[in-house]
């Protein structure tokens, strides 16, 4: 697994041949925690969690539709496609380990079949250069590698601190959550001082991701 860090120019280098920066990750989840704060604590509880994930995704649209990247829902999962359609890139919640290079992060929560299928394309890809996935009524977004912008807020004396990283998942554990990884870009942390500390939000999974199937 290659780990890098945002701060290395290395790392930078990295993001922009995505077409990607730091910069613009952090505008997008900067907005998002601005929208999050209108919350209080007569809110159900699971809203700013929620806010977070949704004016994210929303953010790096915006902020990438401008540069040629296109917008997909395959399946329900919200996806921002690079302007080559070879990868796309999903937001989700992380675990505690989110951000930090010397720890193996997962996803918040356990995802659904359709992240799985995300997830095992990516892992077939990477083991088989030629294979084709085989998807009925197939999604322009379906089939291509899906890199996952993970964050995680943290308490601190000051407010709250926000981790995050862009990494590209390859398996799921028994427990349905994305374990494993094939590179993993450690964006710098963001300090959100005297922000009311939303940290402990409890509520669904990041996303729609309904699976449908058919019974008998």
Known sequence: MAVVHAQDDRARDRLAELGLSVVGIHDAMRRA????????????????????????????????????????????????????????????????????AALNPTTRYSKGTAVARRVETNRQLLLFSDYEPDDEAQDSAEGMPTWFLLYHHITTDQGVRLHSELSLPNDTGSHGKIDSWHERIILPWIDFEGFTPFVDDVGPDDGIDIPIERLG
């Not at 969690?49 to 953010?59: C, K, M, Q, S, Y």
């Not at 915006?62 to 829902?73: A, F, L, P």
Request: net charge positive; glycine share 10%; proline share 9%.
């Open 33 to 100: 925690e601005a929208e999050r704060n209108f919350c209080t604590p007569l809110d159900p509880v699971a809203l700013p969690g929620n806010i977070f994930w949704g004016r994210t995704v929303r953010f790096m649209r915006e902020t990438y539709r401008k540069q040629g990247w296109g917008v997909s829902n395959p399946r329900n999962v919200p996806l921002l496609v690079a302007p080559s359609g070879e990868f796309a890139v999903a937001v989700s919640s992380g675990s505690r380990e989110t951000g930090v």
